[in-house]
Each structure stands twice: as C-alpha cells, then as structure tokens.
C-alpha cells in the first residue's frame, strides 16, 4: 500500500511541473519613448481565466484611464510554458514564456513597435 501512494504522490508532483498555473492576474510595466515625446512608463495588467476552449483574458492599462480597464482580447493560448495574447483592434501581439510559476518572461509587439513586458503573478 505504501507503494501506491509513492507512486500517487510522485504523479502529482510530475503533473504540477507540467501543468503550471496560468491562471490569475499577471502585472508588468514597459518604458514607451514615442518619437519627440518624454518616455512614459505604463502599467499593464492581464486577467487570465479558463474556459471549455483553453484560455481567455482581459487587458487593463490602468495608466491610461478608465476606458482602458478590462478591454476583451481576441485570443489567448498558453502552450509549451509559451502565452500568446491578442488584440486585433490595436494590432497587440503579446508573446512570453512561463519561467517559473511567478513569472513570464516576455514582449510585446504594438503598431510594428516591440517593447520588453515581463509579468509577475498577483498574489491571491
């Protein structure tokens, strides 16, 4: 009997590795320098759920006011510790990868432009 559960017990831990966490709100801040202008640091905050498809989330940018809190995105996948988010509309391609279960190391592409977004876990 004390086998079993060893066997139980290491499967579960395998299965931890393999299947970290996504879910939850995930905080990160870029450095925006637009041509003639003084570089700004903005706030972005994603909002990752489940769904019976895989994933799905929402973008805040708290730093640019009310209107840009909870902004649905187009698509959200999370495979091979690799999360690729969405938004059609502002041409928003963010790409990063899970490197521990606190943190993804990452970029996003904006209007032809990449700027360095790495994300860190809300505590819950």
Do not use: C
């Amino acid at each position: 009997m004390k086998r079993v559960y060893t066997i139980v017990i290491m499967l579960l831990a395998v299965f931890s590795l393999y299947g970290q966490d996504i879910l939850g709100d995930w905080h990160g801040s870029f450095t925006a320098e637009p041509p003639g202008g003084m570089a700004q640091t903005l706030r972005i905050v994603f909002h990752i759920t489940a769904t019976d498809d895989g994933y799905t989330s929402t973008l805040d940018s708290p730093d640019q006011g009310p209107d840009a809190i909870g902004i649905a995105t187009d698509a959200t996948t999370f495979e091979n510790k690799e999360l690729t988010i969405k938004l059609d509309a502002i041409q928003f391609v963010y790409n990063g990868k899970l490197t521990d279960a606190k943190t993804i190391d990452g970029s996003f592409t904006q209007f032809g432009v990449t700027y360095d977004l790495d994300l860190t876990k809300a505590e819950e």
